[in-house]
Every structure is written in structure tokens, then in C-alpha cells.
């Protein structure tokens, strides 16, 4: 049985991220992204769940972004780049939403990398 929350670096069973959003969401999943680790945390009824288990891990608060991911959505429209965790006014970031263009590049990489490529299908 998977818990509630996996973190990895590695890439994510299409069967394990299923169970994770039946889990939680049916249809999407929460993701915490460390930019600099390149490590997820997937699952969790709010980001600030897996936000706190790597942060426990020894990822740094300013490289830790939350995002949602839906599997079974046009590519796309696979990641909303929205959290609580993200309102950051001192990392320039006073929104709920991933602003820095930047950032949202290396969540999306990591997420494709670790989570759900693109061009993967979902029925």
C-alpha cells in the first residue's frame, strides 16, 4: 500500500500516481516540487502536507513550489501551477499562482521528469 504521500527522485508508476489521485481528488493530484533537489512530493490533502515532509528532508523553503497536477487532462492543461504554499511576497511571489516564469519551467520539467511526461495518455 502506498502512503498518503511519496516523496521520490524518481520516476512515478502511471499505476501509483492513479491511486494517489483516486486517494485524494479522483481526477488530480496535489504536487510539491524542490527546484534544486529535483524531488517531489505527491499526494496529500493540502500541499502544505508534503511541503512539510520535504522540509523535513532538508529541502529549503525558497526552492519548494506547489502545484496541481491532472493526469487525464489534454497535456496542456496536465499542471495549474496554484497553492497557498506559493504566496511568497518576499521571493517576489505575493499570489497563490507560480509567477516567475522561470520557476514554472523547472516545476514543469521536474513534474514531466518525475510525474507525467506530456506526451504520456491517461483513459
Known sequence: MLEDIL??????????LKILCERWFGDMVKIVVDVEKNIIGIGGELHADAEA?????????????????????DPEDHIEYTALI????????????ILDQEVRKKVKHIIEMLALDPNEKWI
Open 53 to 73: 515532509m520535504l522540509l523535513e528532508r532538508g529541502s529549503r523553503q525558497e526552492d519548494v513550489w506547489g502545484a496541481n497536477l491532472y493526469p487525464w487532462h
Open 86 to 97: 506559493n504566496i511568497r511576497p518576499s521571493q517576489e511571489n505575493p499570489s497563490m499562482t
Open 7 to 16: 516523496i521520490t527522485d524518481e520516476k512515478v508508476e502511471p499505476n501509483q
